[in-house]
């Protein structure tokens, strides 16, 4: 299966480990940008040691001059994370500025040592030019938002400096007031209330009208550059994925998340398998095993890792199975860590008696007295109104402004396509019945197979009686067999064999010190809540893994992760009333934590 070549030889041929001259190039840029920032904005950054010539270069080009340093350094930093990945457009970018960066050096600051410095840059960044050729990331309007305010703040910081750094200059006194003033009328290209002795008036106000123009221009080339399309399914991709998925579903419970749609796929040259991933903050990061046969898994992963190695991105693997794992390290040359614990429940196994479920019991008990009922049904089986309103609890009822999960949710309800899905409701009658009637809770199932459903969502109205999520995940096992499903895959617990193992007798003080932080950070994401939810239902535990190319990565894979979830928004979200009514998620940890914080609650 492996192809009979060598892992480590593989990684070498096709891994997207970056090169060490990208490397040494982007640092030397961003030194080099330093270096034509402080020359532009410091006027005695560096003695002049050519005076003769200086006596002669005509007086008003030095403030161009300075202005030109200045938006060649500026640039220069901007560029320096893309030639660290080896993008072309950076190169390209780099090529055209280090020369002005040196003809900025020469004639402001009449530095010929400054100037060699620049074009020497210029010498591995030609001859290694085939090193600089992975294609652009995938864009988004957004960027130039985010562009503006960032390039804004950081201009208006810069322009402050530039503003102070003259204070032998200086005409008078002025306040940090008209300071600031200053700044933000020069970079619209207007004069100030402040003055200066000589040339430095013109110096400051073409050194502020560039950093201006800079921001301008950066901002409006993100905002109307073509833009890449966003991942997305085809129509093509998802029906051969579904395809797929019915001859080898019942493998892996993350097999039907493959068909959100938005991730984007590469297939096996056999078409026989495929990988689903989306690109976030440049981490390539697919979700769960290959989709399709296992024997044709190197090759779509093959694909996987060619496809990030021609755009520079850092692969991962999110929550792959212990198989997945030992696939894909073998083929890639990648590691691999122990995420969590999936929670699966045998339907055969699972029953309400025993000491075990006492808890799960009374509380079951105590909510149908109350009136609740529930109902379990295929997607299919459901009326499009009575679908419509599922959509808009799911939607309403959702504790975030943004939908979270990525690689354990499906991202819609109630799609003709998914007919398959399961939906258990709970239902009680009220004396004034509410905008979705009498329904007071949801949870939605995807298929796992023939055999098996994986959850996917888990909603509740607030003012419903806690203990909704219990009730239904019960009613939902107990039905199961009616649909002819087996197991039933539950929530993914974070570090349970760190919560299990660190609490018991004789865990060592490491272990105690790794549950103890656990615990802790649970304050914020809930990670020791979760698992005790899970552990509610007496499951059996199987084991996910992250897969990674460097230890270096994590916190970057982690990121990514996070914003991938909908745990970090880097975009505005938009009113909640001008959004499209959306299908949420599979429960992610701060759902499930809340409610079963807040039953907690109301016991004691």
Known sequence: MSGGVPSK???????????????????????????DVAAGVFPRFRHSRMHTIAEVLPGSFGPFAAAMSLSAGVLLLLLAHGLKRGKRRAWRAAVVLLPAGAVAQFTYRHSAVGALISLALLIPLLVHRDQFAALPDPRSRWRALANFVLMGAGSLMLGM???????????????????????????????????????TSWTVAFSLGALGWITAVTTIYLAFRPEHPAARLTEEDESRLRTLLAKHGSRDSLGHFALRRDKA???????????????????MLASGDPIGDVEAW???????????????????????????????????GLDALELGDEAVVDVADFSLAGRAMRNVRQ?????????????????????????????????????????????????????????????????????????????????HFVPWGTDGASLDLMRRDRSADP???????????????????????????????????????????????????????????QIESLYKFNAKFQPRWEPRF???????????????AMQAEGFVTLALPLPRFLRRRTAGPRACAHVVADRVREQDMRAA
């Open 265 to 283: 796929v590469v297939f096996s040259p056999s078409g026989k398998a495929a990988v689903t991933y989306r690109v976030v903050s440049g981490v």
């Open 467 to 525: 203990g909704m999520n219990e009730l239904l995940i019960v009613a939902a096992l107990q039905a199961a067999p009616k649909f002819g499903i087996a197991r039933v895959s539950l929530n993914f617990a974070m570090f349970r064999a760190a919560l299990a193992r660190g609490e018991k007798i004789g865990a060592g003080p490491v272990l105690r010190a790794w549950r103890g932080l656990l615990v802790f950070l649970s304050r914020w994401f």
């Open 363 to 443: 509380m079951v008990k105590r909510i149908e007295r109350a009136g609740y009922e529930t109902r379990v049904r295929r997607v299919r089986d459901l009326g499009e109104a009575e679908l419509e309103r599922i959509r808009r609890a799911a939607e309403d009822w959702r504790g975030t402004d943004t939908e979270r999960g990525f690689s354990m949710a499906l991202g819609r309800v109630g799609d003709p396509a998914d007919g398959d899905c399961l939906i258990a409701t709970a239902h009680k009658a009220d004396d004034v019945p509410g905008e979705y009637g009498d329904l007071k809770a949801i949870l």
């Open 546 to 560: 992250v897969v990674y190319r460097a230890s270096s990565d994590l916190p970057r894979i982690g990121f990514a």
């Open 298 to 332: 190197p090759g779509a992963i093959e694909r996987f890792m060619d496809e990030a190695k021609a755009h520079s991105w850092t692969p991962a693997v999110m929550g792959c199975s212990e198989t997945g794992g030992e696939v894909w390290t073998r083929e890639t």
């Open 161 to 199: 400096v530039i503003v102070s750094a003259h204070p032998g200059r200086l005409i008078g006194d002025p306040s940090l007031a008209d300071r600031i003033t200053h700044v933000v009328y020069g970079l619209f290209g207007f004069e100030g209330p402040v003055d200066y002795q000589g040339n």
């Open 9 to 35: 030889v593989r990684r070498l041929i096709r891994g997207p480990r970056p090169e060490a001259v990208p490397v040494l190039v982007s640092r030397a840029c961003a030194l080099v940008g330093l270096l």
